[in-house]
């Protein structure tokens, strides 16, 4: 019996997004495990905690790891990403890819990883032409000054993204 092929999407989803969830289901294919790694980032100022986040992506992939070939498991990691794929024995990480801009970034990343992991491979996918323009950061943007989201996450989220948001100006316009 063959190796189980584990692979490992990492990203903040602050808040997970239809185009992440388009690139879990269809990076779902590709492995029999996959990693869903939600990320500490502090460069980056999450509307979220990892618990939240971590607890959203659960709650959004559910149903896809009950349908789909795949094991589909989410973890919070607060380390260096192939410190945290050599831990869970993952073989391949996955990545989306929107726009030109996004390969200048990660084909440099990749590199790097390579550098501390070569036994481990990147993999892009092309994230599905209607979801391209979507970024967790516009979707929060947009919510901030009380856009339309729910076409761009999924209800659930959307809901939480616009209560934290009131929450924030709550707490912001208290004395």
């Not at 294919?29 to 959203?56: C, Q, W, Y």
Request: aromatic residues 8%; contains cysteine; proline residues 6%.
């Amino acid at each position: 019996m063959a190796p189980e092929r584990i692979g490992l999407y990492p990203g903040t989803f602050d808040p997970v997004t239809n185009g992440h969830l388009d690139i879990i289901r269809r990076g779902s294919k590709l492995v029999d495990h996959l990693v869903i790694g939600v990320a500490t980032n502090p460069s980056k100022d999450p509307l979220f905690s990892l618990d939240e986040r971590v607890k959203m992506v659960r709650a959004e992939t559910a149903e896809l790891a009950q349908n789909c070939a795949a094991k589909i498991t989410v973890e919070p990691f607060d380390d260096l990403l192939m410190a945290f794929a050599e831990t869970i024995g993952a073989v391949i990480i996955i990545r989306g890819l929107r726009a030109v801009s996004d390969f200048e970034y990660e084909f440099q990343m990749a590199g790097m990883n390579a550098f501390l992991n070569p036994d481990v491979e990147t993999v892009f996918l092309m994230a599905d032409a209607k979801y391209q323009p979507i970024a967790s950061k516009l979707v929060k943007e947009i919510a901030s000054y009380g856009g339309r989201i729910d076409q761009f996450i999924p209800k659930r989220v959307a809901h939480a993204v616009r209560a934290q948001i009131a929450d924030r100006r709550r707490r912001k316009a208290a004395p």
